[in-house]
């Protein structure tokens, strides 16, 4: 079964850069989830999307932003790059509405700011 | 407050022998959803088991079963003969419903080492 998809898998920026990560919902899926996982940490939830409008906002600095298109794939961009932000970045989706409802996870983009 | 509690930083248990990781919740919805997930060195996050609020039976996938004590709020993950493989860290998880929006709270995570 297609499962989500991440990319890139890794990237490694500089301070000050900006970063641009994707993500796959598995298809059908209309919701899709960012979190941050730093060392150490569990997942932090940064923001979500529910039909292509953000429905729910975590911990997600200002110098963050992202959205969902049409084809309900989702990016993060990341501006003014610090070395806090090297973390593992996790896309999640989900399909909303349902009773059983379950959240699936990307296999990750692993971030390094140098 | 803590919405999920994991209190066990780490476990070790000899290959072969069955553990417990414990969770433990907190919410006053009714509708909840409970999940466990693994995340092995590698990084990713593998869902393992899912436990609704009004499953009257407790979820099981393989060697994976989910203890549910609704009274006592609490969701503990068994894990069956264990495995090398197991080694990883395992997070508990919960969904509710946040102004007709699903919300996922994660635990601290439990580091389990498989001892050969």
């Known amino acids: 079964a297609a499962g989500v998809i991440q990319s890139p898998r890794h990237l490694i920026k500089e301070k000050r850069e900006t970063a641009t990560l994707k993500c796959y919902p598995i298809?059908?899926?209309?919701?899709v989830y960012w979190y941050q996982q730093g060392p150490g940490q569990d997942p932090q939830f940064l923001i979500s999307?529910?039909?292509?409008?953000?429905?729910d906002k975590g911990s997600i600095p200002d110098r963050f932003s992202a959205q969902q298109f049409s084809d309900y794939h989702s990016e993060l961009n990341m501006s003014s790059l610090e070395l806090g932000d090297s973390a593992l970045y996790f896309c999640?989706?989900?399909?909303?509405?349902?009773?059983?409802?379950?959240?699936?996870f990307g296999s990750g983009t692993q971030l390094s700011v140098l | 407050a803590q919405k999920i509690t994991q209190t066990q930083p780490g476990m070790f248990v000899q290959e072969k022998e069955a553990v417990t990781l414990d969770c433990t919740y907190d919410?006053?919805?009714?509708?909840?959803?409970l999940f466990w997930y693994k995340q092995p060195s590698s990084g990713e996050m593998i869902f393992l088991i899912y436990?609704?609020?009004?499953?009257?039976q407790n979820a099981t996938e393989g060697r994976y079963s989910l203890n549910f004590q609704k009274a006592r709020k609490s969701a503990n993950l068994v894990i069956s003969a264990s495995q090398l493989g197991d080694s990883a860290m395992y997070f508990c998880?919960?969904?509710?419903?946040?102004?007709?929006?699903?919300?996922?709270?994660f635990g601290s995570g439990t580091k389990l080492n498989v001892k050969p």
């Open positions: 919410t006053s919805d009714q509708s909840y959803g």
């Open positions: 298809p059908r899926h209309d919701t």
């Open positions: 999307f529910y039909e292509k409008m953000q429905s």
């Open positions: 999640a989706s989900s399909l909303e509405g349902q009773r059983n409802e379950k959240l699936f």
């Open positions: 436990q609704g609020s009004y499953d009257e």
């Open positions: 998880a919960m969904r509710e419903v946040l102004y007709n929006f699903n919300k996922f709270y």
